[in-house]
């Protein structure tokens, strides 16, 4: 149905968010091959995407990854889960609320990095630190968007539900989680760009693996490459993160105009 | 012919059990903290009776209507059907909202569902039944959303009857429609209704539609019955009948005077200035309290000429009235 010019319009569209970063990236490279720019204090684009290449084929580069992707996964696993619990107990039961929201929001007021000494003392260098830390972060992000969702359900609806015979389970499974669903899912996806920044921090206290290490041991080295490389798998993965969270609202928010794309 | 119909169904509704609930109501009152909204309000529907009830905003007749559907806890007095009291048959009464308040994440079919025990399978066949009633079963899997605001309260309107409820609370469920859709519903309303032979009790602020459907039409003021009429019209009433506007004119004019009559949210004054625009005209009143300008449609004003000195009531609805504080 489609003329080629619409076609090539539409091509044209999608391509659009791409030029400015590839404008950057052709006039970082020109100013490298110049020598306008100093490999010391940033490495040209096709150096890093060497440095990446060599360490993809060794096998170290899917290594760092892993550990790293593992630790955040797990993290935000332990504190999303806590979050999501809490946030739907307090949510749904003024008795928990008024018993635990106080205790939360005092400690919601401290920055996760704040309790690096703490943890460290607690729990040593080790990886129960880090998933601490990465738990601690995306906990607060996932538990007030829950609370915060659960609470901002039309009241109207629920009073339909109820006079159409629903309550308990029922009710909240038809009416209170799906209503607060949409608020759900902006805590996890701010949850989950949180977990890398706890993560890249973690990582750089201490580890033996994961991308936070190979960055400062590149560092070490003055590999400048190595460390851009890191920075750039950070924003990725980072990006990967957020297009999930984005297909998860699209699947389950589908009802909702503003995220259906059709 | 038209009757005969109408008592063969209602014949057949009450021998398969599903006839509409006597209602009977007596001496209700309702505070809402220090404001008293029904003062002692008696009331009794027979099985089967459409029940239209005007009023002006905040006179109560919500406030009623939520508490026959058991949504408020009374402060007075007692509900019966059928004789018994209301928790016993609490189950047998759906309501319709002004707003249709379907869930948003569900699809057509499945908010028509909503509630119905039983298996999957005979839930369903319900389902598509009720909407085939109110003539959408080709938009059962859509999302509420894609549907106008007509075709909402026809799926609310599915949603209730799926139920097969024996008193039907219809709480102004048309008042957001534009007059075209409106009168489809009513005629919708009226057939459905007749078909499956409940009780009815419309909350409505248009007396064309109260005159339309109704067996009966009841005035609320200030908590109380104060207008009781029977609606002698044969059905199908058509809007344009003689007989049909006179009692429209005479219920409005009931409903006036009785505006007139009450001392809240009104000022007594002069008009002063006329101001004649194209379509909105302003008309300025001077009142003790002091100057009132008032919006009035210039077809209005054409209608009902207005002249320099004449002594009005500038009456205000009560949830139009705002307050802010004195700085």
Excluded at chain 1, 61 to 68: D, G, N, P, Q
Excluded at chain 1, 189 to 217: D, P
Excluded at chain 2, 61 to 90: M, P, V
Excluded at chain 2, 312 to 324: E, H, R
């Amino acid at each position: 149905m489609t003329s080629p010019i619409a076609a090539l319009r539409n091509g044209a569209k999608g391509l659009l968010p791409w030029v400015v970063p590839i404008a950057i990236l052709v006039v970082w490279e020109l100013s490298a091959i110049f020598g306008w720019l100093s490999t010391r204090i940033l490495p040209e684009p096709l150096a890093v995407l060497k440095a990446g290449w060599t360490l993809a084929l060794s096998g170290e580069l899917w290594t760092h990854i892993r550990v790293s992707a593992g630790r955040a996964l797990a993290g935000f696993a332990i504190g999303g889960g806590l979050g999501l619990v809490l946030g739907l107990l307090t949510g749904s039961f003024r008795k928990v609320e008024v018993a635990l929201d106080t205790t939360l929001q005092m400690i919601r007021n401290i920055p996760p990095l704040a309790l690096i000494p703490l943890v460290i003392l607690w729990f040593g260098i080790d990886e129960v630190a880090k998933l601490f830390l990465i738990s601690f972060g995306v906990f607060f992000a996932v538990y007030i968007n829950t609370f915060h969702g659960i609470r901002s359900v039309d009241p109207a609806l629920i009073e339909m539900g109820r006079s159409y015979g629903l309550s308990g389970w029922p009710l909240y499974r038809e009416v209170i989680l799906p209503g607060a669903l949409a608020s759900i899912l902006v805590g996890v996806r701010y949850a989950l760009g949180f977990m890398w920044v706890i993560l890249i921090v973690a990582e750089t206290i201490s580890a033996q693996a994961g991308i936070g290490y190979m960055t400062m041991n590149a560092r070490e080295f003055l590999q400048t490459d190595v460390v851009l490389l890191g920075i750039l798998l950070y924003a990725l993965l980072g990006k990967l993160a957020d297009v999930a969270a984005r297909l998860l609202e699209r699947r389950w928010l589908r009802w909702n105009g503003a995220y259906n794309a059709a | 012919m038209q009757v005969d119909n109408l008592e063969l169904a209602q014949v057949e509704a009450v021998q398969s059990g599903s006839g509409g609930l006597a209602v009977e109501v007596s001496g209700l009152v309702k505070h809402f903290g220090e404001r008293q909204v029904l003062h002692g309000l008696d009331l009794s529907i027979p099985a089967g009776e459409f029940v239209a009830i005007v009023g002006r905003s905040g006179c109560g007749k919500s406030t009623l209507l939520r508490q026959l559907a058991g949504l408020d806890t009374l402060s007075g007095g007692a509900i019966g059907f059928d004789g018994k009291a209301r928790d016993t048959l609490g189950d047998q009464v759906r309501i319709m909202y002004q707003e249709a308040r379907l869930l948003p994440w569900r699809t057509v079919i499945q908010n028509v569902a909503l509630g119905l025990p039983g298996s999957r399978a005979q839930v369903r066949a319900r389902a598509e039944e009720a909407l085939a009633q109110v003539g959408l079963a080709d938009r059962a899997e859509e999302w509420p959303s894609r549907l106008s605001g007509g075709q909402r309260q026809r799926v609310a309107l599915a949603r209730a009857l799926i139920h097969r409820p024996r008193l039907l609370l219809l709480d102004e469920p048309l008042g957001a429609l534009d007059a075209l859709t409106r009168i489809e519903m009513q005629r919708l309303i009226e057939q459905i209704w007749r078909q499956h032979a409940f009780t009815a009790l419309l909350v409505t602020h248009d007396v064309a539609e109260a005159v339309a459907l109704a067996d009966r039409i009841l005035l609320i003021e200030e908590g109380r019955i104060t207008f009781d009429e029977p609606v002698g019209l044969p059905r199908p009433r058509e809007h344009g009948e003689a007989c049909f506007a006179a009692l429209e004119s005479r219920v409005l004019k009931r409903l006036m005077t009785v505006e007139a009559l009450n001392p809240r949210n009104q000022l007594r004054g002069r008009v002063t200035e006329i101001i004649i625009d194209k379509v909105l005209s302003e008309v300025v009143v001077m009142t003790p309290a002091g100057v009132v300008s008032a919006a009035v449609p210039t077809s209005a004003l054409s209608e009902f000429p207005l002249e320099l000195g004449t002594d009005v009531l500038a009456v205000f609805k009560s949830n139009d009235v705002v307050l802010a504080t004195a700085d």
